[in-house]
C-alpha cells in the first residue's frame, strides 16, 4: 500500500501537497463520485492547512452540511501518515464515535471513494466495558438472574480459560447488548471504582484487549473527551506504576463538538472517594508482615474515613432537579478532612520504611501508594476552598465524594494545547454572538486560528421555527397538550430534547397516558443502547426519540426526523459545577448560563436540516421564551439567517 494517496516530493513541503491532495478531492474525485462542490470545505481545507502546517490551535465553525469531517479527516490521515503516529479524533459521546464510525459514516465513504485503505480503531471509555468482576457479582445477587447467566455464557471462551492466549478478539463492548437499559448496564459495566490493578482476570478483560488493539493504529484513534481527557490526566501516574499511558504518542488532536471539551477536562480531573472503597484499599497493608505503628495508623485512618464521611453527609444538601448534594464549607467538615489527610500523610511515611524492609509485596505497595497520593492531591484543595468544586451522591454503599479543582485551564495549557501540535476544535456552534472567547477563555487557549462558514442549506425554504404561547400557568400539563399538537402534526417523526433526566423521566410517565398519540411509537434514551435506539427511530419513521444528550451530533437525514420539540431551554444545570462558576462571574446569566444555552439551543436546532432535501418545524416550549424577553432576543438573533420565528397565540 503507498504511505500516501498522492505523489509525494520530498523537496516540497508536506503540507502544501496534502493541500493541493484535498483540492483534487473536492474538486475532481469526489464530484466524479456524485459528491457536490462546496466552497464552504475548500475555505476550511485552506484553514486547515495553516493549522497543521504551523502546529497551531484553530476553532473550525462550519455549519451543518459543509462537509468539515471529510476535510479534517483527509488531513488527519495524510498527517499521521507522514508522521507515523496516529491522530486522535476525540468526539464529544459514544454516540458520536457512531455516528463518525458507522458503515454508511464519513470514513467509510473516503474509503470507498478515494480507495483508501484508513486504519481506524475505537479507543472506548473504559465504562463502555463489561468488569467480568461486576458480572460475576451480579449473577451471584440477583434473584432473577437469568439474562446475567446468559450473557456470561455469551462471552469468548478464552475469558473463562488459563490457559495460554492462541487466538483473541475485543468484546464486552456496550453496543454488543443493545437491549439493556443503562440502568442494568450500569450493573456489569466498569466504573471507577473497580480495581484494575489487582483484578487476576485483567488480561482477558475486553477493556484491555480493545486497548492493545487501537494501540496498532497506523491512521486515526476514536475516543471521547471523557477518555481523551482521562488520558492527559493519567499519563504521569500510569508511567510511574509502569504502565502504557491510555493512548499512544499522536501527531494530532481533533475535538469534534469542541465547545464541550472543557466539561470532559473537568470530569476526567475530579476523583471520587468512598469510605468503603477506602477501606478495602487500606486493609491490604495488613496482608503483609507490618509494624505495629503502621497496623494501628491504619485503623486510625478507617476510623477518620467514617468521621468524614458522617461530616459530609451532615453538610450537604439536596439540589432540586440534581443527584448531587451540595456541600457546606464548615470549620467542623473541615477539621475532620484535614485530621484525615494528616493519617494518610503518617501512613505515606510509614510506608517509606516497610519499603525498605521488604515486608511487603511491592506491587500492591505501589498501588496504595499511588491511591493515597491521588487522594491527598484532591483533599489537599480544601485547604484552598477557592480552588474546590465538590459534592457527595448517595449510593446503596454510602456516601460518594467528588472533588474536582475549579479550574482547568492550567492542566490543559501545560498537558494538551502545549504539546506543539496541530489541534482542531470542530463544530457549528464555537463561537457566542460571533467571538470565539467564551470557548477559548474556558480553556485557557491564548493563542488560536478560527475561522467560521455558514451552512449552504436554504433553511428559510427549508425549517419552519415555532414558539408556540401554551398556558404557562397550567405548567407540565400545558406543554404537554401543546406536545401532542405537534406530534399530530407531524404524525410523529420527531425528536425531543430535554435538558434533563427528570424531565424525560416525567414525560416518559405522563404520555403513555395520552390517547391522542397512542399509536405512536416512542423510544426513550436510557431504555437501551443509544446507538441502536437512533437506529431504530430512523428505521421506524412514524416514531418519536426522547433524549437528553443527543443535542449534538445526531445524524438523521430524511422524513424520520420532520421535527425537533425543544422541551426547555438548555441552561445548565443548578448543580456545584455551575453554581461555582456562576459565582466567579461579574454577571453569572450574561457570562455564564446565557453563552452555554445559546451553543447548546444552536445544536439542537441543527439536528432538523442534514441535507438539501430535509424540510421541517423546530418548535420552541420553553417557558422562558415567554416569561423573559431578553431571552427571546437572544434566541431570535442565533436562529439560522431568513428563519422567523412564529409566536402563534
Not at 448531587?324 to 494518610?344: A, M, N, T
Not at 431504530?536 to 437525514?557: K, N, T
Not at 444552536?602 to 420552541?620: C, F, H, P, S, Y
Request: with cysteine; net charge negative; proline share 4%.
Amino acid at each position: 500500500m503507498e504511505r500516501y494517496p498522492f505523489t509525494y516530493d520530498p523537496t516540497r513541503p508536506f503540507i502544501a501537497q496534502v493541500g493541493e491532495w484535498v483540492a483534487d478531492v473536492f474538486y475532481d474525485i469526489l464530484p466524479e463520485a456524485g459528491f457536490e462542490v462546496r466552497d464552504e470545505q475548500i475555505y476550511m481545507a485552506f484553514q486547515l492547512e495553516k493549522a497543521f502546517a504551523e502546529k497551531k490551535t484553530i476553532f473550525a465553525e462550519a455549519g451543518v452540511g459543509t462537509g468539515k469531517t471529510l476535510v479534517y479527516l483527509l488531513y488527519s490521515i495524510c498527517y499521521a501518515r507522514y508522521t507515523r503516529k496516529p491522530a486522535i479524533i476525540a468526539c464529544a459521546d459514544e454516540s458520536l464515535i457512531e455516528q463518525l464510525v458507522k458503515p454508511e459514516g464519513d470514513i467509510a465513504k473516503l474509503a470507498h471513494h478515494l480507495g483508501l485503505a484508513i486504519d481506524a480503531r475505537l479507543g472506548k471509555s473504559p465504562d463502555q466495558y463489561v468488569c467480568l468482576r461486576k458480572l460475576d457479582d451480579v449473577r451471584l445477587r440477583d434473584e432473577e438472574g437469568v439474562q446475567w447467566d446468559d450473557l456470561a455464557a455469551s462471552l469468548p471462551d478464552f475469558v473463562y480459560s488459563h490457559g495460554a492466549m492462541q487466538n483473541f478478539h475485543a468484546y464486552g463492548d456496550r453496543k454488543d447488548y443493545p437491549h439493556l437499559s443503562d440502568e442494568q448496564w450500569q450493573n456489569i459495566n466498569w466504573d471507577t471504582f473497580q480495581d484494575c490493578f489487582t483484578c487476576d482476570r485483567r488480561q482477558r478483560c475486553g477493556q484491555t484487549l480493545s486497548r492493545e488493539h487501537y494501540r496498532h493504529s497506523g491512521d486515526l484513534i476514536i475516543c471521547s473527551h471523557d477518555y481523551y481527557m482521562e488520558h492527559v490526566w493519567t499519563y504521569e501516574g500510569r508511567k510511574r506504576e509502569g504502565q502504557l499511558p491510555l493512548l499512544p504518542e499522536h501527531s494530532a488532536v481533533i475535538f469534534d463538538e469542541g465547545h464541550l471539551l472543557e466539561s470532559a477536562a473537568m470530569k476526567a480531573l475530579s476523583y471520587k472517594m468512598k469510605h468503603v472503597v477506602f477501606e478495602e484499599l487500606i486493609l491490604r497493608l495488613l496482608q503483609g508482615e507490618i509494624r505495629e505503628s503502621l497496623a494501628v495508623l491504619i485503623d486510625e485512618s478507617i476510623v477518620q474515613s467514617e468521621r468524614m464521611f458522617k461530616a459530609l453527609g451532615k453538610h450537604s444538601r439536596a439540589i432540586e432537579g440534581s443527584d448531587r448534594k451540595e456541600i457546606i464549607l464548615s470549620e467542623g467538615l473541615l477539621r475532620e478532612v484535614h485530621r484525615f489527610r494528616d493519617v494518610l500523610t503518617a501512613i505515606e511515611e510509614e510506608l517509606v520504611f516497610e519499603g525498605e524492609l521488604y515486608s511487603l509485596n511491592d506491587y500492591q505497595l505501589r498501588i496504595v501508594e499511588e491511591h493515597i497520593e491521588m487522594m491527598q492531591k484532591a483533599l489537599m484543595l480544601f485547604e484552598r476552598s477557592e480552588a474546590l468544586i465538590c459534592w457527595v451522591t448517595d449510593s446503596p454503599e454510602g456516601l460518594t465524594l467528588s472533588i474536582m479543582p475549579r479550574t482547568v485551564k492550567e492542566v490543559l495549557q501545560e498537558r494538551v494545547f502545549g504539546a506543539n501540535i496541530p489541534i482542531v476544535f470542530s463544530s457549528a456552534t464555537l463561537s457566542v454572538e460571533g467571538s470565539f472567547r467564551y470557548v477559548a477563555d474556558s480553556l485557557g487557549i491564548e493563542k488560536f486560528l478560527s475561522f467560521s462558514v455558514v451552512s449552504p442549506y436554504d433553511y428559510a425554504e427549508q425549517m419552519e421555527a415555532l414558539a408556540p404561547r401554551w398556558n404557562i400557568a397550567e405548567g407540565f400539563a400545558g406543554k404537554m397538550k401543546e406536545a401532542i399538537k405537534l406530534l399530530q402534526r407531524s404524525e410523529g417523526r420527531a425528536l425531543i430534547l430535554f435538558k434533563s433526566k427528570d424531565e424525560l423521566m416525567q414525560f416518559k410517565e405522563r404520555i403513555s397516558e395520552e390517547s391522542e398519540v397512542a399509536g405512536m411509537t416512542f423510544y426513550f434514551e436510557g431504555d437501551q443502547e443509544i446507538s441502536y435506539l437512533i437506529s431504530a427511530f430512523q428505521r421506524d419513521e412514524a416514531s418519536v426519540l426522547c433524549a437528553v444528550s443527543l443535542w449534538e451530533g445526531l445524524d438523521v437525514p430524511g422524513s424520520s426526523l420532520s421535527n425537533v420539540i425543544i422541551w426547555s431551554m438548555p441552561f445548565p444545570p443548578h448543580d456545584p459545577v455551575f453554581i461555582a462558576k456562576r459565582s466567579e462571574a461579574e454577571t453569572p446569566f450574561e457570562e455564564v448560563d446565557l453563552p452555554y444555552m445559546l451553543l447548546r439551543f444552536r445544536q439542537g436546532i441543527g439536528r432538523l436540516i442534514r441535507t438539501r432535501e430535509d424540510k421541517g418545524i423546530v418548535a420552541i416550549l420553553g417557558e422562558e421564551m415567554q416569561s423573559d424577553a431578553s431571552v427571546l432576543t437572544h434566541v431570535l438573533s442565533v436562529l439560522p439567517e431568513g428563519v422567523t420565528l412564529q409566536q402563534n397565540a
